[in-house]
C-alpha cells in the first residue's frame, strides 16, 4: 500500500474537524498556523502544505493579514465527497478493530453514567434506526447519531474525540448491509439487545450486546 504524504493525513485531520467533529463552520476562522502545528503535532510547513491542499479543493481560503477561513459557501453535509475522507485508506478490518476496543466499553459506562435524558435519546435513535431500515430508507446519519449519543453519555471527552474514526467503519458497514439480509436483521437485532439492557441499566449485558454487534458487522464484512 502507498505510504499517504504527512501533508494529505494533515489535511484528512482538517476535514475531519469540519465535517465531521463540526468543529469548524463554513465562515470560521482556523486557529493560528502556531496553534494548530503544536495541537496536530507536526511542522508548520506540513500545516501549511495540508493547508495549501484544501484551499485547492475549494475547501479553505486565505484572506490576507487575516488568517485562514472555512469557505462561507461550502456544503458541509456534502464535505466528503471531495474524497479526503472516503480516500483516507483506513483499513476496514483496523477501523472495526479500534471500533470493537471502544463501543463495548462505552456501552458499559454510559449504562452506568447516561442521564435518564441522554439513556431516552440513545432508544429514540435506536427506534429510528429500526423505521429506516423497514421504510428502506438510508441510516447512516441516525446510525452514527445513535453510536455517538452511546459515547456522548460516557462522559469521557477523550472517547468522542475517537467519533471520526467509529464514523468511518459505521459508515462502511450500512454501504455493506444494505446488499445482505442478514445484516440487516442482525442490526435490527443488536440494536434492540443494546437498548434492553441500557433500559435495565445492566452495563455488563450492554457491553457483551455492543461486541456482539460489532463481531456480527466484522463477520458480514469477512474481516472476522
Known amino acids: 500500500m502507498v505510504q499517504k504524504r504527512l501533508s494529505d493525513s494533515v ?3 482538517i476535514m475531519s ?41 475549494g475547501v479553505l481560503e486565505i484572506r490576507r493579514g487575516k488568517g485562514t477561513y472555512v469557505k462561507e459557501d461550502i456544503d458541509v453535509n456534502n464535505i466528503e465527497s471531495l474524497g479526503f475522507l472516503a480516500d483516507a485508506k483506513v483499513n476496514a478490518k483496523d477501523m472495526y478493530e479500534i471500533r470493537l ?13 447516561a442521564s ?15 423505521q429506516k431500515i423497514k421504510l428502506g430508507e438510508d ?39 444494505k446488499k445482505k439480509e442478514l445484516a440487516i436483521k442482525d442490526t435490527i437485532n443488536d440494536h434492540k439487545m443494546i437498548m434492553e439492557f441500557m433500559k435495565n441499566r445492566n452495563p455488563e449485558g450492554a457491553k457483551s450486546a455492543m461486541k456482539i454487534h460489532i463481531l456480527h458487522a466484522m463477520k458480514e464484512l469477512g474481516i472476522e
Open 139 to 177: 441510516r447512516t446519519d441516525v446510525e452514527r447519531k445513535f453510536h455517538r449519543s452511546i459515547v456522548k453519555a460516557t462522559h469521557n471527552e477523550f472517547m468522542e474525540k475517537l467519533m471520526p474514526v467509529i464514523y468511518q467503519a459505521i459508515d462502511k458497514g450500512v454501504i455493506l448491509s
Open 116 to 130: 435518564d435524558t441522554e439513556l431516552q435519546r440513545i432508544l429514540d435513535y435506536g427506534i429510528q434506526i429500526e
Open 11 to 13: 489535511a484528512d485531520d
Open 17 to 57: 474537524m469540519i465535517a465531521i467533529e463540526k468543529r469548524f463552520l463554513p465562515g470560521d476562522k482556523l486557529p493560528n498556523e502556531i496553534e494548530l502545528s503544536e495541537e496536530l503535532n507536526i511542522s508548520r510547513t506540513t500545516l501549511r502544505e495540508a493547508i495549501r491542499i484544501l484551499v485547492t479543493n
Open 101 to 113: 476496543i471502544i463501543e463495548p466499553e462505552a456501552a458499559f459506562y454510559a449504562t452506568i453514567r
